[in-house]
């Protein structure tokens, strides 16, 4: 698998000098893989196409602590304080420096690639397959700037120190230059891999982000077509089993398009144990990243009937009152809160009275209120009434290495790619036709969930906005989507996080100039032709 490689990637960076740069801003990101006595042989070409995949890793591992930016949402939120969540991040936050510095090390990376493959004499299919891989991870580290930013420079050469000060480019140039280096990419990337090569990104990759960048650009028809092509063309097919998507025993599965690999050594895994986990977990998680009550309200009754609290009583026979400690403290009153729900809210998200398999193999009950003397209860880090991530969360003491956790992380998986088909098929059409139907109701009927029928456009605009947020939930899709679909102050902003219980945690915020980051005060310093973003000057 390509994780094999990681430890070689990691020495080469220390033999050209790239473990310096963290960042785009120092300059040191431009000089590096294109040292003389470098780029000369096929072993060469693979480990320096490899450090893409090091820089994608590297910007994964720094958004794990927000729940892949899902926490900057309405579905998920973090248990500590930070600007992004509360609408307070200054221009100048490191977080969006960071962020720039680790896109642009991976184009820099990507044109240097591109710039000495083709004079190395090797064997013309790994070559081809490499170009490709540049083409892809510098289409792709762009459309992250694009999503994140807006317009920025554009770059398609290794830059020298007295080049790198362009200006913006515009944001139809930014994805222009995007679907260009996709096409190209798809058109030399093979289809599948053998096994020692898991994990290398895809012809089908490329044809999936394609669709995404025609789908964030609203050119519906052309992003219909692109997921259309995947889904029928491609050996990719839903899992059947929806939790094991999220758990070790799911790498490399028939559903993921893209993901980004990790193994369980030191400095190799992914810290979801310690962000997503809990307590009682092997690696005792601190639940830095937990699921909003919105969220797991939003999850259906099994008949696909909306859930409404209207429907329950508590203990004295009245209404349930989701707002009232003492409504929570009765447990008949709520097991039937989840019971008969949409099978992937238990399987995504630790509820009251459910069990948790944590340290050792031990089954905890999940009693609310929390009893910590009892060491047989589950007791989450935070007590006064949390839900918890299930999704990405390993069960017993298999792997007890904490922060490094060898499990694979989706960007892209199949299910993600028929929502996506749905949502611009229903964008192009005046009407759902059935091949939009089909799409949602496959990703449903997988999860155990009954077919919608008879929605017209809008209602199957919403019906698709609510699928994506209970099927790609905790896996970092709804920080762009509320963003892209211009919604994402309505429901974030002056909104109270509280835990199940109504208890008020603190307050969201989303100022209107929030849907773009900020252009990073420090790379303007160096760089006065970029201009900033309205509202962050």
């Not at 609203?218 to 063309?233: N, Q």
């Not at 849907?515 to 790379?523: G, T």
């Amino acid at each position: 698998m390509i994780k094999k490689f990681y430890k070689i990637v990691v020495a080469l960076l220390v033999v050209t000098g790239l473990n310096s740069c963290s960042d785009f801003l120092d300059r040191n990101s431009l000089v590096g893989l294109s040292e003389d006595s470098f780029w000369k042989s096929e072993q060469d070409a693979i480990m320096g196409v490899n450090t893409l995949y090091s820089a994608n890793k590297e910007f994964t591992n720094s958004i794990v602590i927000y729940g892949m930016m899902d926490d900057f949402t309405d579905i998920s939120y973090q248990s500590f304080a930070t600007g992004l969540t509360t609408g307070v991040f200054p221009t100048n936050a490191g977080f969006y420096l960071t962020s720039w510095g680790i896109f642009f090390k991976g184009v820099y990376r990507a044109n240097t690639a591109l710039k000495n493959l083709p004079g190395i004499s090797m064997n013309e299919a790994i070559k081809n397959r490499s170009i490709g891989e540049a083409k892809f991870f510098r289409s792709y580290f762009y459309f992250k700037l694009w999503d994140y930013f807006g317009g920025v420079p554009l770059y398609d050469t290794p830059m020298n120190v007295d080049e790198s000060y362009k200006p913006r480019n515009t944001e139809k140039e930014v994805y222009e230059f995007i679907v260009k280096d996709m096409t190209e990419a798809y058109a030399v990337l093979p289809e599948t891999y053998d096994a020692s090569n898991k994990g290398r990104v895809t012809k089908w990759a490329a044809l999936a982000m394609r669709g995404k960048a025609h789908l964030w650009a609203k050119e519906y028809a052309k992003a219909a077509a692109d997921f259309k092509e995947l889904m029928e063309k491609s050996d990719r097919k839903l899992l059947a089993d929806f939790h094991t998507l999220f758990r070790v025993a799911g790498n490399n599965n028939s559903e993921v398009i893209f993901d980004v690999q990790y193994i369980a050594e030191q400095g190799h895994g992914i810290a979801t144990d310690r962000n997503y986990g809990n307590a009682r977990g092997a690696t005792t998680g601190s639940q830095r990243t937990r699921p909003t009550p919105k969220l797991v309200n939003t999850f259906e009754m099994k008949d696909g009937t909306p859930f409404d609290f209207k429907n329950y009583k508590n203990a004295k026979g009245g209404e349930f009152n989701p707002n009232s400690v003492e409504d929570w403290k009765d447990e008949a009153s709520v097991r039937k809160l989840f019971e008969n729900r949409d099978p992937r809210l238990q399987q995504s998200i630790v509820l009251p009275w459910s069990t948790f398999v944590g340290k050792g193999g031990a089954t905890f009950l999940y009693r609310f209120p929390v009893v910590t003397s009892d060491a047989s209860a589950y007791v989450p880090v935070w007590t006064n009434g949390s839900y918890a991530w299930r999704k990405f969360v390993e069960t017993g003491s298999v792997y007890v290495l904490q922060d490094n956790m060898p499990q694979n992380f989706p960007l892209v998986r199949l299910a993600d790619v028929m929502l996506m088909y749905a949502e611009a098929k229903n964008e192009e059409l005046g009407a759902p036709d059935q091949s939009v139907f089909d799409a949602v109701n496959a990703v449903r009927k997988r999860a155990g969930m009954p077919n919608v029928s008879g929605l017209n456009k809008d209602q199957m605009r919403e019906k698709i906005r609510q699928e994506r947020m209970v099927e790609l939930c905790g896996e970092g899709q709804r920080y762009s989507d509320i963003r892209r679909w211009k919604i994402a102050k309505d429901v974030v902003d002056k909104v109270w996080m509280t835990d199940f219980n109504g208890t008020q945690i603190r307050q969201r915020g989303f100022p209107d100039h929030y849907y773009l980051w900020p252009i990073p005060q420090a790379e303007r310093d160096l760089n006065t032709a970029l201009t900033q973003n309205p509202g962050w000057e």
